[in-house]
């Protein structure tokens, strides 16, 4: 059996290890915490705008974060609901405690996955430049076929609190020093990203009276096709505001925090900015929506979602009791800030794999991007490209218009990521074709293909498959009167008509499950939009096929603008579709280099 | 047609016949050692005319003796290597030099294919490419002057105008898209549906200056029309002022219609003499009337001439031009210029009239095709016209979608939709087919 080794037990490396397993590989974990295992450092929460879409792709992939989610759910939520469906994205707060336990059982009990405590500073690469081993500070060399490197924030993770500093990996977790050392010793290009997590309040404290109650959504389905059936809990979370009191406090303040006084070298998430960070750039707005969050059941600890910062302790403990609700609230722990390695993924292929140093894979927040989602989108991928390639199979690319995890991944190997990278709707073009509720169709029978998906789930699929087939049909034959004859499903286009209005005219409707009933009706809603989409794009399929030669000398078409020119040396891109997305290649330039690649591909003799 | 060669290209640059000289544009990767070999001389100045002797290909006899510029890459037309030949006019010198040069392996350059190399070393971009397009095959000094004034980015500008207005309101919705209601105010629709009518109505200015711009720069169809005998030909020959046609008593003997380029007032003006009106079983007479008629519906102006009553006979006829003017014909012994019914008095025997005709079309004309083509929204081809009414099409359903609030994410794509469309009509999506064709129209030598 082939031996691929995972540096972290992160979401990004569970979900490696599961394919791994499915491939018929051996998965070794190791980890610097054996109960440190798919934990959720720091919202607690799974899913939310576009990364809710990331979720259900991984379900569709046989991916464990939906199923885990949802066992563990606490109030679920479709976000985005007044804004057309292709944006409608589920978000589920989870118990922490309940997924990491679950995720980490699942891994404990397959024969395939071996978790080994210890902490990989280094690894050995044989004479045809490929992995073979990983290297342990306590000096043990594991010998591997595969290296996936999934360490999150832990490459030589700084922690700061206002203008205190310390080494750390997360908040009371070591740092992981070494293996940032051993990529620059082989030619990788490092950087330095900065991410934030808002502080932990005590329970007790808090007069949660003064609060409003959010509510999650009544019989919401569940992330994962599994749990078709399950009841979900609809725990509440409360809302607070901020005041112009706390935003002076943070005002008079500003050079005390990490962020602010210059002291962090690496570049913030502009989408998922520090409370200190929203204040100065919106400072016309009087008040910022917070939201307490349980971190589990009975939780004694609450999450202030809205609220990250760098601020010393002091200050935030001052401002926070400015909000009526807090007035005497007590932190079980700062916000703090941390700053960390990653490694641009320009460096990476398509399947996630190193165009350096064969058979190692980097994956997650390494490759510059922020999330549980994004982290265990790429940790799937690169799982499963790494165990196909043990096995002698082609990679599994997922394009851009089949799913938000192949935007994710072109847009990484492709884009000059200057913070850390959050995936938006925005960032898909196909993004009528790419809902949430389509993702089982889009994925589920390519990973079956390929030996992901389970027989269960696979049973699932096949009833929703042919429940939203039979009402398709249905609608399609039938003719209804409505004030002339026409099919039924006509009279879905009108945006004001549901399928709700029409299913008392079909008794069958009645045995069929909620979800069929919405992909069809959606489906025929959105088909002549998808089709608009689909025509808009293929425009750029053309150019997506237009491969780009391994030896193709940019320094040579002297036309090229001088940015242009450098980014594309850098990148390498595969495809003219993909030197079209680098940030800063011009579009000028790429109708150019349509043409030099043509003339390139002209045997010389005709000339 | 293969425009993605590497050959060293050469054609004739200026219009083939009889002039006092003619120009032979060379283009390709270093060129110095060619032209050496041609002219038997060492030392060319980059940019700067030499007197030189042009040998044929045994570099014994002369065949001609002239200027010759070397522009060394990339500072020329194309951004290679060019050299221009200025010969002595005439087809025979300059057709022994080319013939002389392709024994040397250069290739006869395809239409267009001097600007599309100059495209591809980014000397020109597609605006200007259609615009040198338009420049070649434009009639007028009037349009000629109007399309220099597009080279200076005009047209550009104005689409980067509007696609930035459109990428305003897309960053918009897309904003609003990306994050929750908890974390941002929403933009209500009818904020959006303002922007859009805006931006349709830029649109819209663009589409209505087409069919007056497209006149101008083919020319604007003024057709003479009346029943036989009615004296059209006479009066078309009095206005392009020498006898082209066959004119006789004879009913009928304009069988076919016959057109003439000239200008009047400054613009350009296609003047289109019909076959007369009438019934008849004659074959090759219906076939002509044929004609008259679709000329009629083609025209801009029609000049209708009847001896007794134009106004009443060319009302039978339907006629859907806005601009008629009715000629009252052969009134060689009236003296008064304008009837009651406004039509006018004229005579082309005794040139009577003939000057107030002249008047009242210059005043059409000017009234008509009034345009300030240094603000007004210009543009000058047939694919940027069409890339406009798709835009139009779009930004209507834009508005509905709006209005029955069908989801953002729809109108989002849409918006997209429609930024691409303008990202390809500045040519900044690539696509071959079109390149191609705007480059074949262009005439070999540019």
């Known amino acids: 059996m082939k031996k691929i080794i995972i540096a972290g037990g992160g979401h990004a490396g569970v979900e490696a290890a599961l394919a791994i397993a499915k491939l018929g590989c051996k998965a070794i974990i190791v980890t610097m915490d054996k109960t440190a295992i798919a934990r959720m450092s720091c919202n607690p929460a799974i899913g939310g705008l576009a990364k809710g879409h990331l979720v259900k792709e991984i379900d569709a992939l046989g991916g464990i974060m939906g199923y885990a989610a949802d066992l563990s759910t606490l109030q679920h939520k479709i976000l985005n609901k007044s804004k057309g469906r292709a944006v409608w994205s589920p978000r589920a707060q989870v118990d922490k405690i309940e997924y990491s336990k679950f995720v980490s059982k699942t891994i404990n009990k397959n024969p395939n996955i071996k978790i080994i405590e210890g902490e990989i500073i280094d690894f050995g690469i044989n004479t045809s430049n490929e992995i073979k081993s990983a290297i342990l500070r306590n000096g043990d060399e594991l010998q591997c076929n595969a290296l996936i490197i999934t360490a999150g924030t832990f490459l030589n993770g700084l922690i700061h609190i206002g203008n205190k500093t310390f080494s750390a990996g997360r908040m009371g977790e070591k740092p992981a020093s070494g293996l940032t050392e051993s990529l620059k010793k082989n030619n990788f290009k490092v950087g330095r990203l900065k991410t934030g997590t808002p502080p932990r309040l005590l329970s007790n404290s808090i007069n949660w009276t003064l609060a409003k109650i959010a509510e999650g959504d009544n019989n919401p389905n569940p992330f994962s096709l599994l749990n078709n059936n399950m009841k979900l809990k609809n725990e509440p979370c409360y809302i607070i505001n901020t005041n112009k009191n706390l935003h002076k406090i943070l005002n008079n303040n500003l050079d005390k925090s990490a962020m602010f006084s210059g002291k962090i070298k690496g570049v913030g998430p502009r989408y998922c900015p520090s409370i200190e960070d929203k204040i100065v750039r919106f400072e016309n707005r009087e008040s910022h929506q917070l939201f307490l969050e349980p971190e589990w059941t009975d939780s004694k600890q609450i999450y202030v979602n809205g609220f990250s910062t760098s601020m010393p302790k002091r200050i935030q403990l001052d401002a926070l009791r400015t909000i009526d609700a807090l007035k005497n609230v007590e932190l079980i722990r700062p916000g703090y800030a941390i700053e960390y390695d990653y490694i641009p993924s320009s460096q990476l292929k398509s399947s996630l794999e190193s165009k350096i140093i064969k058979n190692l894979y980097l994956a997650g927040q390494i490759n510059g991007t922020s999330g549980y989602e994004e982290a265990a989108a790429q940790g799937l991928m690169a799982g499963i490209n790494a165990g196909l390639k043990q096995t002698n199979n082609p990679p599994f690319i997922l394009k851009r218009n089949e799913a938000y995890i192949g935007v994710l991944i072109d847009d990484l190997i492709t884009k000059i990521i200057n913070e850390p990278y959050r995936m938006f709707t925005s960032r898909a073009e196909y993004r009528l074709s790419l809902r949430s509720d389509t993702a089982y169709l889009r994925l589920t029978e390519k990973a079956n293909a390929i030996g992901l998906i389970s027989k269960d789930f696979m049973q699932q699929f096949i009833t929703i498959k042919n429940e939203i087939n039979t009402v398709k049909k249905e609608l399609d034959n039938t003719i209804l009167y409505n004030n002339k004859k026409q099919p039924a499903y006509q009279l879905l286009l009108n945006n004001f008509v549901t399928i709700n209005d029409l299913s008392n005219k079909f008794s069958s409707f009645q045995h069929i499950s909620s979800q069929a009933l919405f992909t069809a009706e959606t489906d025929i809603k959105y088909k002549g939009y998808v089709e608009i989409e689909k025509k808009r794009v293929q425009k750029i399929k053309n150019m997506e096929n237009q491969s780009i030669p391994d030896d193709f000398d940019y320094s040579k078409i002297i036309s090229l603008s001088n940015e242009s020119r450098q980014k594309l040396i850098q990148v390498r891109p595969e495809t003219v579709a993909q030197a079209s997305r680098i940030d800063g290649v011009r579009a000028s330039d790429i109708s150019l280099l349509c043409i030099k690649i043509k003339q390139y591909n002209v045997p010389r003799e005709t000339l | ?446």
Not at chain 2, 34 to 57: G, H, P, V
Not at chain 2, 164 to 192: C, M, P, Q, R
């Open chain 2, 1 to 446: 047609m293969n425009y993605n060669r590497k050959d060293i290209i050469a054609a004739l640059a200026t219009t083939p016949g009889i002039s006092a000289i003619s120009v032979i544009r060379i283009s390709g990767e270093n060129l110095m050692p060619l032209l050496q070999s041609i002219t038997k001389k060492k030392i060319f100045k980059n940019r700067y005319a030499s007197y030189c002797t042009i040998f044929d290909e045994k570099k014994k006899n002369i065949l001609d003796k002239c200027i010759v510029i070397y522009f060394a890459q990339p500072n020329s037309y194309t951004g290679e290597d060019v050299i221009e030949i200025n010969c002595h006019g005439g087809k025979i010198i300059a057709k022994k030099i080319l013939n002389m040069l392709y024994t040397y392996g250069v290739q006869p350059a395809l239409a267009g294919e001097f600007s599309y190399r100059a495209f591809l070393n980014n000397k020109i971009d597609l605006i200007e490419a259609e615009t040198i397009s338009s420049l070649i095959n434009s009639e007028s000094d009037y349009s000629h002057e109007m399309i220099i004034d597009n080279l200076n980015d005009s047209i550009r500008n104005n689409i980067l105008d509007i696609n930035n207005k459109i990428v305003n309101v897309l960053t918009i919705i897309e904003h609003e898209l990306d994050f929750s209601e908890d974390e941002i105010d929403y933009t209500a629709n009818e904020s959006i549906l303002l922007i859009i009518e805006d931006i349709l109505s830029t649109v819209n200015d663009y589409l209505n200056s087409q069919d007056l711009v497209k006149s101008i720069n083919s020319g604007i169809n003024i057709v003479i029309m009346g029943i036989p005998n009615a004296g059209k030909s006479r009066l078309f020959n009095k206005i392009i002022g020498y006898n082209r046609t066959i004119v006789s008593n004879q009913e009928g003997t304009t069988r076919d219609s016959v057109e003439m380029k000239l200008v009047i007032n400054q613009y350009p003006v296609n003047l289109i003499d019909t076959a007369g009106y009438f019934d008849s079983t004659d074959q090759i007479n219906i076939d002509s009337i044929k004609q008259t008629m679709e000329y009629a519906q083609s025209a801009d102006i029609i000049i209708y001439l009847d001896e007794d009553d134009p106004v009443g006979c060319a009302s039978k006829l339907n006629l859907t031009c806005d601009n008629i003017i009715f000629c009252k014909s052969k009134q060689d012994n009236i003296k008064k210029l304008v009837n009651t019914d406004f039509s006018l008095n004229i005579s082309s025997k005794v040139n009577h009239g003939i000057n107030s005709l002249y008047d009242k079309l210059s005043t059409v004309l000017s009234t008509q095709y009034q345009y300030d083509f240094k603000n007004d929204p210009i543009l000058i081809s047939d694919r940027q016209i069409l890339i406009f009414k798709e835009a139009y099409m779009l930004l209507e359903q834009i508005k509905i979608m709006l209005k029955d609030d069908v989801g953002m994410d729809i109108v989002a794509s849409h918006m997209h939709e429609l930024t691409n469309l303008f990202d390809e009509c500045l040519g900044k999506v690539s696509n071959d087919s079109v390149l191609e064709s705007i480059f074949s129209t262009f005439c070999v030598g540019k």
